[in-house]
């Protein structure tokens, strides 16, 4: 086992991980800005960075109600398909244009924007975790 930095250390490489996804999927938008019936992609990750969050820090869970299936064909609730990942979805809800594109670039730069900062938030609080851990090392060392 190798030494845990803190409790929020995975958490924060894999919200690094999804923010790098996001940020990729959100260029692709803009790349295909002028592509005839393209719909914009984004993941949603909040959920599932909220849950691990949750129980990396031993914060109970908040029981849900389930919804009813008088059938085994009714479609699943959202939380019951859950498959532990994040979600890709279409940002749909901006009107298409003539040729059926609905991106639109001023949403695409203000989510790029959002995400890159949220990114460096991330970046920040990990280079400040590894300072005060190479601190505690080099404290360590002049007492020995």
Known sequence: MGIQLSKAHNL??????YRSTRQDLI?????????????????SFAGKLQAEAKKIFNEPQVSKLELARTDGAHFKSANEADSGQAQ??????????ND???VDLDVETTEMT????MYQ?????LKKEAAI???VLQASERTQ
């Open 12 to 17: 924060m490489t894999k919200a690094l991980d």
């Open 133 to 135: 851990f190479k601190a």
């Open 27 to 43: 260029a692709g938008n803009i790349a295909n800005e002028d592509t005839p019936f393209y719909r914009p992609r984004d993941i």
């Open 88 to 97: 890709l979805f279409y940002r749909d809800g901006h009107l298409a244009r």
């Open 100 to 102: 059926g594109n609905s």
């Open 121 to 125: 938030g991330v970046t920040a609080a």
């Open 114 to 117: 959002k995400n890159s900062m």
